[in-house]
């Protein structure tokens, strides 16, 4: 693959009110959910990554939510200034951010999945380093807890490419628009 074909894609399940999480980070919300159907969707787009990208608290939530790290054949980083290790195969980075990713970018390689979360989310889309988002819509109102965006940010032009129902869930993918 080019370096020019190389995104990085927001893939998440939020809230049909905007919710990622509960407020304390807890996502016990979503084995409530019949997701089977939309296994083979994620099957799908996890084949098009190699490169897994997260936030401290996300790193911690995939490990007590799946009971071990269910990322470990893909190569991963933590973006953290308090964690400095981990025990598997993900690579604590503490530098710049938007440095990193921009390098990632720019590698050879298969898309970069940008796993979570919010304050990852916000900081490399307000420096146009998100290119597509794939955002699924469960069928739940949480009322509160931590939005997909936690930052006002201004005119970010969104075209859609894909609007597709899988069960009781709405997968919406956007291409986010060059400014």
Do not use: C
Not at 19 to 46: C, K, R
Not at 116 to 135: E, M, N, P, T, Y
Request: no cysteine.
């Amino acid at each position: 693959m080019s370096e020019q074909n190389r995104n990085v894609v927001l893939y998440l399940i939020q809230s049909l009110d905007g919710y990622i999480a509960e407020e304390d980070g807890d996502m016990a919300w979503l084995q409530q959910l019949d997701t089977t159907e939309a296994d083979s969707s994620y099957q799908s787009f996890y084949s098009t990554i190699d490169t897994v990208i997260m936030g401290r608290k996300t790193y911690l939530q995939a490990n007590n939510l799946a009971g071990s790290y269910p990322y470990s054949d893909k190569q991963n980083y933590v973006f953290s200034t308090t964690l400095h290790d981990t025990e598997d195969r993900a690579t604590v980075v503490a530098g710049n951010v938007t440095q990193f990713v921009r390098q990632l970018k720019n590698e050879l390689g298969q898309d970069i999945w940008l796993v979570g979360g919010a304050d990852l989310f916000s900081q490399l889309l307000k420096v146009h380093l998100i290119d597509k988002l794939v955002i699924t819509i469960a069928p739940v109102l949480l009322g509160k807890g931590i939005p997909l965006l936690n930052t006002n940010l201004k005119d970010v032009p969104l075209a859609l490419q894909k609007a597709q129902k899988i069960g009781q869930l709405v997968q919406l993918t956007y291409q986010i628009e060059p400014q």
